[in-house]
């Protein structure tokens, strides 16, 4: 579930409103192995709430493994308002149906609900950018991810040998919705971010090809750079606007005052 633990806590603890119950087979026989974010979030969706559905009120659920397949009016003569939802049961496919590696795809069995009220809150889609199949770049257009091996190294099955065994494109990686689809809060992309950046610094450490140049770096693009007129920020220079944010943001209370144009940026370390 894309909920951190506080927000389900509090949906759980509504005053008067039922939880009704997750199916035991949509939960690890053995949550205590999973990390610990989803560690706490499973117990507390297999706990669920005190509330009884017999005598509360109101109740709500989470409903799983449902892919949104229409939305139906009212009947005619005057279709003005929503009726019921149609979904498409899903199925979970992978050697472990627990792991974020596992995918959902359809079944031919759909199911309607009825419903007077619907709202959209899935994220958006992310596309492929123009010129990634000419980098030999995969972009799956139906999941809206670069294929990738959960850490964030972009993979192609073209690479491997034989035809199913992926491998990892030298120097290619992806973060955030790309990664793993619109999914969690910023806090959830930010450390999404932090592990792609961790197999980057591994695969630094354990000299692994990256970019498959001649390993000359800065050197290597100095000259095309300077042709076109761009201006080098070095690691120095970004401190130097680095301060200047913080100093800027401790006169107001804050932890930093980001600069919000490049030109002003740059103007910073004239």
Not at 55 to 77: H, I, M
Request: aromatic residues 6%; contains cysteine; proline residues 8%.
């Amino acid at each position: 579930a894309a909920f951190t633990v506080r927000e389900v806590r509090e949906l759980l603890n509504l005053p008067a409103v039922a939880f009704h119950p997750i199916p035991t087979s949509l939960f690890p026989s053995d949550p205590s192995t999973l990390p610990r974010a989803s560690k706490r979030l499973t117990q507390l969706l297999m706990k669920g709430s005190s509330n009884s559905i017999s005598t509360s009120p109101k109740s709500w659920s989470l409903d799983f493994l449902l892919s949104p397949r229409s939305f139906n009016p009212t009947p005619s003569p005057s279709p003005t308002s929503l009726a019921s939802l149609t979904f498409t049961r899903t199925a979970l496919q992978g050697p472990d149906l627990f792991s974020p590696t596992a995918r959902a795809t359809s079944t031919s069995t759909t199911i309607t609900h009825p419903a007077s009220l619907a709202f959209r809150s899935i994220g958006y889609k992310s596309t492929a950018l123009p010129g990634l199949s000419a980098l030999g770049i995969p972009f799956d257009t139906n999941l809206g991810i670069i294929p990738n091996d959960v850490s964030g190294r972009i993979l192609s099955a073209s690479l491997g040998p034989g035809s199913l065994t992926a491998k990892h494109i030298p120097g290619m990686y992806c973060a955030g919705w790309v990664k793993r689809g619109p999914t969690g809060v910023i806090a959830s992309t930010m450390e999404d971010a932090f592990c792609t950046a961790e197999a980057i610094a591994q695969d630094w450490e354990a000299k692994a090809m990256l970019l498959g140049g001649d390993g000359v770096g800065w050197d290597g693009a100095k000259e095309e750079v300077e042709k076109k007129g761009l201006r080098r920020v070095s690691w120095e220079d970004w401190k130097r606007i680095d301060r200047l944010e913080r100093e800027r943001g401790r006169k107001v209370g804050k932890e930093r005052e980001k600069i919000k144009s490049v030109r002003e940026m740059l103007s910073v370390l004239d």
